[in-house]
Structures are given as C-alpha cells and as structure tokens.
C-alpha cells in the first residue's frame, strides 16, 4: 500500500504520472471518493505517464472515454449503473477483456465485477480544501 498526502491538482497528477509508467493492459483501476475529490485529475495524471497525450475529462456524461494508447486507457463512470445489464452496455467487460486500462470512478457502485487483482485508489478531502490523502492498494512501490 502506498499514502501520499497532495495539496494541489498538479501533485495529485504527478503522483498518478509515476504509477501510470508501471501499468499494463488488463489493470483496472477503482477510485473511491466523492464528488470533487480529485479522481479525474488522478486519471489526467495515468494517461501522462502512460505516454497519452489526450484531453482527459470526466466521462459523467458520456459514461465512458477512451483516451487511446498502447495498451487504452479507457476512463467510466459508474455513478449511475445500477444492474448488471448497466454495466454491460457500458462496455466495460469489452474493454477489459482487449486488454485496456480501465480507471473507473463511483467504482463503489460496481463492487461486485472488479477483478480480484484490481487497484483500489481511495482520495480523501482533509480540512485544508485543497488537500487530499491518497491511498493506492494494489501496487507496492512506483
């Protein structure tokens, strides 16, 4: 398990830059942590050190962004899913199963599909506003 204490956006991403350089395809990553705690600057922060030059943005809306790359990093949104036939009109059996990043916010919602070896990616507010503690399980070392 690794902590890392951030206290601005730009930290948050390179903190996620340096895990981004040691992912491989099929690694799903599960963010817990609510609303603007800071999980779509953490997946801005993968897709950089992935080597994706993409604009990344919460996929609210669209549920589901792929950003390319070798191998995808393919970023959902699962705040709305509710039922299984939900989750697989989202895609993301498809996509994990071509081998794709997958960073999947409201990942809470969906506890039951991810992979056993999925990364869990907790980010919590503090007091300070712009403060967030990370706790990435899954991944010793970066």
């Known amino acids: 398990m ?6 601005s956006t730009v930290k948050t991403e390179e903190f996620a830059e340096k ?7 099929g690694t799903v ?6 609303l603007g705690a800071g999980k779509t600057s953490f997946t801005r922060g993968l897709a950089r050190g992935m080597g994706i ?7 609210t809306f669209a549920i589901v962004n792929d950003y390319g ?18 989750l697989y009109s989202s895609g993301f059996f498809d996509y994990l ?31 300070n506003e712009n403060e967030r503690i990370i706790t990435v399980e899954g991944i010793d070392s970066i």
């Open 97 to 127: 199963d071509m081998g794709a990043v997958l960073a999947v916010e409201w990942s809470e919602n969906i506890e039951n599909a991810l992979p056993e070896d999925t990364v869990r990616v907790t980010i919590e507010k503090t007091e």
């Open 2 to 7: 690794i902590s890392f204490v951030s206290d």
């Open 53 to 59: 030059n993409s604009d990344v943005s919460s996929p």
């Open 29 to 34: 990553i599960a963010f817990f942590g609510g």
């Open 69 to 86: 790359g070798n191998p995808p990093l393919v970023h959902f949104d699962m705040y709305k899913v509710e039922t299984w036939d939900d």
């Open 19 to 25: 895990i981004g350089k040691s992912l491989r395809g």
